[in-house]
């Protein structure tokens, strides 16, 4: 399944849901990624590792391992 | 019971995420009325003031640290929540007044509607409305008035305006409602459904209230013209777009190769700007101080009290506001970084280094503090929500060169230095910063590697962060924070400082104050010279300094050096000011105080032998043993409150202590075994 982690540099998409297994699971939701929400990937750092992410209005790094229980089309 | 609660000064709390502008209503409204303070019985800091609102006079206004849900994520956090629903020391608010900044609407919003849901008075002060209104949107308050079903006003915390509508609405609901008693915390264990759901809700309520400006204008023209009033649909999104210059600047500062080299470049400079920056005041405070104490012993009676006031008082205080200069500038700079939005971003960018000596990018904040004081960065170390990296952060804080070994290092370097070549001080001095940072990774990364005992607690890493926009820094508000940490800083390390100096002075000056020497055919400056020396000979810290005498031999110094060492555990810097006063060091001829001290230590050999002290290998050596050694009492006592156990930090004293002694020992020998004095 394709996940936040997945984005290419400025390629928005739409959350279609969180694993809510992943430990994160509930800050990754209180912070803004909820499912119908539009983001994009605005920047990411030498090591591909933490990802900006563009969502409701705010730039929001989290590492890779959280973008991946993000899903999105 | 109800009488009592009618009596008391109401009290409000303001709240709200990081971000939404809630410091800088505070300071708008407190004026410079506020005061830091803790939490009873934490180190978690906050401001409070007092605020006139009518009826009764006066309220409490308090500022808390900036949260993004009610649920907390790190014991920083815990003890935020904790004191929002029930203050340590005040109990339950009257009023929470909450900061929503408008362009922030439905992710600032979690907050209220958790405030409102726990059963709290809540006034809603929506923040950055201009921000809004460019993007083309406009926030109808008496929607979302009824939408919360709570009060909303619009304010600017930077202009001042709506703030007296808000200190007035908070007057009409203390005191027309009842303070609600039966507070219902929200559950930690809240399912991620709720969440969501909690947020559709709040999606909802972004659509109806936020008006585009242009759907408006249209709506309003096309009324006008034909008198029938089309059904205009609300926009289906909503400003979800990212302020467009900080995505520009990210673009250079977070660039995928750049943004590294940029922080490094960075860092660089702030490091060696600290030191040349530093570098005239400095001079013109070493000037004064040593013309001070020249003009207590040239003008006064000798005797013991003169002595006292210029070798005890005078150098003692003047060792300590020389790196007063290099605090101000990195507190200045940190403060700058933070205001425009950097130090996140720096987080960020060295996440995934640290993460693989198991630290966390929220390490490097607190790393950053760690160079002017361990003490407020093993607080700032609280952000960390990861135990284990967080206990690890703390661990090797202490070898991050904190300014208190400033003075120290500059004394050191200017004895290795031909006076020629002063320029090198800052390059050596890089270098020292350089070989603590690189020392401290290596410690980390050992530590996180072989010591699952040390740091048993293993709960998840995560690295969640909220990139701010960014903002031209306010400077008043730097100016302003840099002078209460400098402040706080004099106030803590000053009396540990002035108590040493004392005590010591009493020990080299006592019990013999007047020793019997054949002074026939000397020059007064001679003889005194030579009573100084006989004095400290036979006094009682010369019997002290013959018990730890053995430990000082193998690293090749003597006793005196033993007893600066000891004494810098008061803090550091105090080893300055006990070399000053063990070598006699006065400002007789007016000479700054460092020059003289570095004469003296030129001369200085060690007791009954002719074998100098102070050689290269011996310095280097003492650098060595600065940059690992653990000296610093307060760090001790505020390791074990972080810590929660002695354990920690008996751990970092012995072992950044021995790694000190055994450093020091192989550098002074090793140093000799290649012909280097």
Known sequence: MKTAANLTFGEMAIITGINSEHPSARRIIEIGFTPGQQIELINKTAFNDPLAFSVRGALIAIRKNEAESIYVI | MKKDVIQSTPFITLVGPPNSGKTTLFNYISGRNNKTVNYPGST??????????????????????????????????????????????????DLVVATVDASQLSRHLLLVKQLLLSGFNVLVAVTMNDILERKGYKLDTHSLEIELGCRVCKVDGRTGSGTIDLIHQAELIINNTIKNYDLKRIEINNDTDTLIDLYKDIEGIEKRVLINSKELERKIKSANKAFNVLNVEKPEKVVNRPDEITIKIDRILLHQYWGLLIFFAAMSLLFTSIFWLAMPAMDLIDQTFGSLAGFVSNNFSNGWLTDFIADGLISGIGSVIIFLPQIIILFLILGLLEDVGYLARGAML???????????????????????????????????????????????????????????????????????KVFMGGIIMAGIYLFGILSSTLIAGLVNKFSNKILSANDSSSFILELPTYKIPKLMVILNNTFNSSLAYLKKAGPAILVFSVLLWVLTYFPNVHPKVDTSGLSEQQSSELIATERIATSYAADLGKIIQPVMTPIGMDWRVGVSLISAFAAREVFVSSLAL??????????????????????????????????????????????FALQCISTIIVSKQETGGWRIPIMQVVTFTSLAYVLTFITVNGLRLFGIA
């Open chain 2, 350 to 420: 060295v996440d995934r280094p640290l993460s693989k000596i198991g630290l966390n990018g929220k390490s490097f904040v607190p790393m950053l503090s760690g160079f002017a004081c361990a003490i407020p960065a093993m607080m700032a170390a609280r952000t960390i929500p990861n135990k284990r990296e967080r206990l690890l952060t703390i661990f090797i804080l202490p070898l991050m060169s904190c300014s208190a070994r400033l003075p120290v290092y500059a004394l050191l370097i200017g004895f290795l230095l031909p006076p020629d």
């Open chain 2, 582 to 627: 063990i070598f006699k060091v006065t400002g007789d001829n007016d000479d700054a105080l460092q020059a003289s001290l570095l004469n003296a230590m030129r001369k200085a050999k060690i007791g009954g032998t002719d074998q100098k002290i102070f050689t290269t290998a011996t310095v280097i050596g003492l650098i060595i043993f600065f940059v």
């Open chain 2, 44 to 93: 978690v800091e906050y401001s409070m003031c007092r605020i006139n609102i009518g009826k009764p006079n006066e309220a409490e206004l308090l500022d808390s640290p900036g949260i993004i849900s009610l649920m907390p994520n790190s014991p920083d956090e815990q003890v935020t929540v904790d004191a929002i629903y029930s203050h340590p020391g005040l109990g339950i608010p």
